[in-house]
T-cell receptor, first 110, second 113 residues
Framework: AQRVTQPEKLLSVFKGAPVELKCNYSYSGSPELFWYVQYSRQRLQLLLRHISRESIKGFTADLNKGETSFHLKKPFAQEEDSAMYYCALSSGGSNYKLTFGKGTLLTVNP | KAGVTQTPRYLIKTRGQQVTLSCSPISGHRSVSWYQQTPGQGLQFLFEYFSETQRNKGNFPGRFSGRQFSNSRSEMNVSTLELGDSALYLC????????????FGQGTRLTVV
């Protein structure tokens, strides 16, 4: 069975501070991992995926297979980063489904 | 291009009734997935369709069903509604599923009274 755990429901930081949103996963195969974000009154949208290894809006995430983690990081948080963040794991292939963590609500204070 | 469209946006139904929700994917996308979102359980996978075939199903009772049409539009049906079915139902489309980006609709808010 595949599982995604986001240990923090809420995370509050000040503008300019570093931020790290934690994500741990459990999956027997080779995981495809994503971070999705939902800003206030907007639909859920992809922030980044591990396979593309890119930085989006200053966020990065590194897949650590040894620790089964995919933490999301940003060195200097901005107020517009305030949103709900979901880590997700895809089983891929013909047995496709996305398994989501329960999300972390990030608040960046001025 | 137009995003994923879900209709209706809001629904109120009575226990025991059935309901049908609709999802129009992004043009060219052949994979459509459905999710149930509740405050307690978060986002839970219901099922995924690709080229009119259900490829995967989550751990939901048989009252939850779906289908996909030849134009990739999808519907999900919930029969014999229960109070616990009250939730936001999200549809997502992608070109083929797998590790491709899923594009989400705004959701249908179902309230069962």
């Amino acid at each position: 069975a595949q599982r995604v755990t986001q240990p923090e429901k809420l995370l509050s930081v000040f503008k300019g501070a570093p931020v790290e949103l934690k994500c741990n996963y459990s999956y027997s195969g080779s995981p495809e991992l994503f971070w999705y974000v939902q800003y206030s009154r907007q639909r859920l949208q992809l922030l980044l995926r591990h396979i593309s290894r890119e930085s989006i809006k200053g966020f990065t995430a590194d897949l650590n297979k040894g620790e089964t983690s995919f933490h999301l990081k940003k060195p200097f948080a901005q107020e517009e980063d305030s949103a709900m963040y979901y880590c997700a794991l895809s089983s891929g292939g013909s047995n496709y489904k996305l398994t989501f963590g329960k999300g972390t609500l990030l608040t960046v204070n001025p | 291009k137009a995003g994923v469209t879900q209709t209706p946006r809001y629904l109120i139904k009575t226990r025991g009734q059935q309901v049908t929700l609709s999802c129009s994917p992004i043009s060219g996308h052949r994979s459509v997935s459905w999710y149930q979102q509740t405050p307690g359980q978060g986002l839970q996978f219901l099922f995924e369709y690709f080229s009119e075939t259900q490829r995967n199903k989550g751990n939901f009772p048989g009252r939850f069903s779906g289908r996909q049409f030849s134009n990739s539009r999808s519907e999900m049906n919930v029969s014999t509604l229960e109070l616990g079915d009250s939730a936001l139902y999200l549809c997502a489309s992608s070109p083929s599923g797998g590790n491709t980006e899923a594009f989400f609709g705004q959701g249908t808010r179902l309230t069962v009274v």
